[in-house]
């Protein structure tokens, strides 16, 4: 009898177990499993390398990547995994234009043309090895010293005061703001041989001097610009003196054009009595001061 109902116990408690261990496998089935985390939030870990207790149960929900577990990061979403990544930091404006795959840089934004600007703030980032020689402003295109339009890889002349008109090698043509700067290959005329007494017409000998002057500059094609500038002394008003160089100036440079001189390439300027050279307090001085200054430019010496 004893055994009877010892044998039935025994299949009752095997029959328990079985059943006990069919619901417990049932539960595991339909819970979804996390890592263990310790009190301080971190990653419980087995004695196996880059392995984390696992559980049902854990107040790590929901699930996150531990480096410690084996998980890979990508933090900034860039496509290479933190490990690899030589800047894992990336905004995603950084890796907007890419990102480098292989090589030293893996996983930085992508500089194309070399010149320290990454694409994505690099609003010149085609830029030839000439082109960046003389340097790149903070926005990757080429550095324009003087701010002339012409980059400086390029400008002959990278040092022009700024806001002066410039030509295609970022020159000035100084002729057009400072006339007496230019080369003056010429000597300053005596108005007084020039003009008759509060005249502007050339007289004879004018004229004769004015042809020698044409004749002495030589190939009209490889000059640029040539300048007349009228000057008087003291004597009488400013304006009526302002007018007299002016009309001055003007008769020599139509009688040069007559001559041959290239209408595009000469102008008259009045300075009137605002450019002595001499002391108007004295005959002599006033004498230097009525004056025709003529500058040439030209581009086989320049």
Known sequence: ???YYGRKILVGVVAGTLLSTAVTSVLAASEETYRL???QGN???TKRENEC???PRSPNTPNALFQECGDSFDQDGDGINDDDDKCPNNTVEEVSKGVYQDGSNKGCPIDSDGDGVPDYRDDCPNNTPMEIDRGVNNRGCPTDSDRDGVPDYRDTCPDTPIGYA????GCHNICETEPLECIKTLPTLDADVLFNFDKYGLTSEGKSIIADVVNGIGDFANVTMIVVIGHTDSTGTNRYNQRL????????VKYMISLGIPED?????GEGELKPVAANSTRAGRTQNRRVEIA???SDIR
Do not use: G, Q
């Open 1 to 3: 009898m004893s055994d």
């Open 37 to 39: 985390l310790d009190t």
């Open 43 to 45: 990653p419980v870990l």
């Open 53 to 55: 207790v696992l559980t």
């Open 166 to 169: 410039v030509d295609e090698n």
């Open 245 to 252: 160089s002016e009309k001055r100036a003007a008769s020599v």
């Open 265 to 269: 390439r000469i102008k008259a300027i």
């Open 296 to 298: 040439v430019e030209r």
